[in-house]
């Protein structure tokens, strides 16, 4: 983790990089009008507007050389793997990550990808479409098996969600922990072929790191039984070029991705025209812009105190 002698650092002088900056300065501006700002969006910032800042609030990192004399870096994400993939950022400079629970948000959007698999959603509308009454049995997630692999806040969540639909809910984490009123029974990572192997349901909610790198490999999705992949971490954690194999040899009966290893994802990828597969644009986990601003004022407070905060990304965990 940053040395703690390195975090008393208030900046006065913050650029913002994110699609949205017009909101967010005007919330900040709002809460801290003695601060300067400027924005715009993360691959229009200037060489120049990072010499400006000593602070800097966005998700990615502007597409330059250098940070400029940025001392501070607020990821208004929860995933800090754009800060420090490819290239890390110096370990003289701060990085803070965002107090936003996405659990919330990403819980629903892997219950509605769980459900529309289930119902045959997608399969009943194109039969709309095409005027045909198509009568056919539907399951329901009562009584199915599903893994979270990544048991932190987002996991959490999910786990809460199908457990409430009466689904047996099975955590995989690094440390072999998570909340025992959600997870019915806990493994550590290096048991994940054998819990791969009962999922009805194997949900990803895990953050780019070098061990979770690849994880989700094809030895894993080799020992699943027609599980549904559902991806909402990052895309590098799974191997992507795996999935069409594992859905034609029937490891894997189907896969709802949010996320790729390369966004957007490539118009050559075999995986759009997949009807197996249900395919979002990195959208599971929104930002918002009070959630942005809240975790920003809430690290510079504490640094102002000439405190740490325990949104300080620990350089050796990567999150």
Request: glycine share 10%; hydrophobic share 45%.
């Amino acid at each position: 983790m940053t040395s703690p002698s390195a975090v008393p650092f208030a900046p006065r002088r913050i650029v913002i990089g994110a699609n949205a900056h017009a909101e967010l300065e005007q919330a900040l501006r709002a809460a801290r009008p003695d601060l300067e700002f400027r924005g715009n969006r993360y691959t229009d910032l200037t060489a120049d507007d990072l010499a400006w800042g000593e602070g800097y609030v966005g998700f990615k990192r502007p597409p330059l050389p250098s940070m400029g004399n940025i001392r501070w870096v607020h990821c208004t994400g929860a995933g800090v793997d754009s800060w420090l993939y490819p290239d890390e950022l110096p370990a003289d400079l701060l990085l803070t990550r965002s107090s936003e629970s996405f659990g919330p948000m990403i819980a629903e959007w892997a219950l509605a990808r769980a459900l529309a698999f289930s119902q045959q959603l997608v399969d009943l509308a194109q039969c709309q479409r095409l005027h045909r009454w198509a009568p056919r049995d539907i399951a329901t997630l009562r009584g199915s098996k599903a893994v979270i692999v990544g048991t932190g806040d987002v996991g959490t969540h999910v786990g809460r969600h199908f457990a409430a639909m009466g689904c047996r809910v099975y955590g995989v984490s690094r440390t072999g922990e998570g909340d025992a009123s959600v997870f019915s029974t806990m493994a550590e990572v290096s048991a994940l072929k054998d819990v791969a192997a009962i999922a009805d349901w194997l949900v990803v909610t895990l953050p780019l790191t070098a061990r979770t790198r690849g994880l989700i490999s094809r030895e894993v999705m080799m020992s699943c039984r027609g599980a549904i992949l559902i991806n909402a971490g990052r895309g590098a954690v799974v191997d992507e070029g795996a999935i069409p194999d594992a859905l034609d040899k029937g490891w894997l009966k189907g896969a709802a991705l949010d996320v790729f290893q390369e966004e957007p994802l490539p118009l050559e990828s075999p995986l759009w025209q997949d009807t197996r597969v249900m395919i979002s644009p990195h959208i599971s986990g929104l930002t918002t812009i009070d959630g942005a601003a809240a975790g920003f004022l809430e690290c510079l407070a504490a640094f102002e105190r000439g405190e740490s905060t325990r949104w300080l990304v620990d350089r050796a965990r990567q999150y």
